[in-house]
């Protein structure tokens, strides 16, 4: 089991900023692939950015040009840079990782973190 600890969410205004972090208890070179997720409350976790070992990404819809998926194979860490974030956006956010290829944003994914709580007021 590959243990993975996100950070770094909290609470902000709508048209704010918030910069969260994954740490994985591995080497994330051994992680071929590793996204993002959030679950809002009553829905259904959806996965909102990916990115390979190769630095290549996708986005849902509701992400794109807002959300930047990021990884940093030296120090073992995923990031996602939010902007301009939306009540919308408020919800649990997952750090998830693979070691097998990605599949965009069907990507199944292996190991999922505990989450950080991410709240937009407006």
């Known amino acids: 089991q590959v243990q993975l600890m996100e950070s770094w969410g909290g609470a902000v205004q709508a048209g704010g900023a918030l910069r969260l972090s994954c740490i994985a208890a591995?080497?994330?070179?051994?992680?071929?692939?590793m996204g993002w997720g959030r679950q809002a409350p009553g829905k259904e976790r959806e996965v909102v950015a990916v990115?390979?070992?190769?630095?290549?990404?996708d986005y849902a819809d509701s992400a794109t040009g807002r959300l930047t998926i990021s990884r940093d194979n030296a120090k073992n860490n995923l990031y996602l840079q939010m902007n301009s974030l939306k009540p919308e956006d408020t919800a649990t956010y997952y750090c998830?990782?693979?070691?097998?290829?990605?599949?965009?944003?069907?990507?199944?994914?292996?190991?999922w973190g505990q989450g950080t709580q991410v709240t937009v007021s407006s």
């Open positions: 998830a990782a693979t070691p097998n290829r990605c599949y965009a944003l069907r990507t199944s994914y292996l190991y």
């Open positions: 591995v080497y994330t070179s051994s992680l071929y692939c």
């Open positions: 990115i390979t070992i190769g630095g290549s990404t």
